[in-house]
């Protein structure tokens, strides 16, 4: 079974960049029976899903948020990473990591991280 | 972009009773790639059913899944204490995905 766990700051200035990084135990994150998510959640939006990437590399964005969002992973740490710039008090939320399967017919969320929340404030 | 709309807000009801949560898609959901999360307070989502009607590991068969097109269903045939919670819908059919706004299921 896959265990996530998010780590990063829990409190940006706004017009800063938000990371967070996504440390998954129990599995490989070089496997290619995995996407590796972002999600948010906030009280105005609800849940948002942020991109993906596979393990080639290959990444997929929400088009609202593309211009400013980067997902990153780590083969050698078993690691994958947000990074989100010019944040704004819109994007406070929860921000959680998650993982689907690979096929189509498996691209719903089945495991996922605590989710810390990330508070955009001065 | 699919925008989900779930249906009603908020449901009260009492222990044994039947809840039934709808979802509408603004786009028909031909390959059935539809999935339903549970949510508990202070913790993350956790998917109950995929592909529109299966159930996901440990799941209990209280739970059930139906639809098609645009029209979806989920069934709690008997709650019980720990089916209080929050559900949204996610429809995985067409990128980018998307989530309802979802249902809270009460106490009555």
């Known amino acids: 079974q896959l265990q996530l766990r998010e780590s990063g700051p829990g409190l940006v200035k706004p017009s800063e960049t938000l990371s967070l990084t996504c440390t998954v135990s129990?599995?490989?994150?070089?496997?290619?029976?995995?996407?590796w998510a972002w999600i948010r959640q906030s009280p105005g939006k609800g849940l948002e899903w942020i991109g993906s990437i596979y393990y080639t590399g290959s990444t997929y964005y929400t088009p609202s948020l593309k211009p400013r969002v980067t997902i990153s992973i780590d083969l050698s740490q078993n690691q994958f990473s947000l990074k989100l710039t010019s944040v704004t008090a819109a994007d406070t939320a929860v921000y959680y990591c998650?993982?689907?399967?690979?096929?189509?017919?498996?691209?719903?969320?089945?495991?996922w991280g605590q989710g810390p929340l990330v508070t955009v404030s001065s | 972009e699919i925008v989900l709309t779930q249906s009603p807000g908020t449901l009260s009801l009492s222990l044994g009773e039947r809840a039934t949560l709808s979802c509408r898609a603004s786009q028909s959901l031909s390959n059935r790639y539809l999935a339903w999360y549970q949510q508990k307070l202070g913790q993350a989502p956790r998917v109950i059913i995929s592909?529109?009607?299966s159930r996901a590991t440990g799941i209990p068969d209280r739970f059930s899944g139906s639809g098609f097109g645009t029209d979806f269903t989920l069934t709690i045939s008997r709650l019980e204490p720990e089916d209080f919670a929050v559900y949204y819908c996610?429809?995985?059919?067409?990128?980018?995905?998307?989530f309802g706004q979802g249902t809270k299921v009460e106490i009555k």
């Open positions: 996610q429809q995985y059919e067409n990128s980018p995905w998307t």
């Open positions: 998650a993982t689907s399967g690979s096929q189509h017919y498996l691209y719903y969320f089945d495991s």
């Open positions: 592909g529109v009607s």
């Open positions: 129990g599995g490989s994150i070089s496997s290619s029976n995995y996407y």
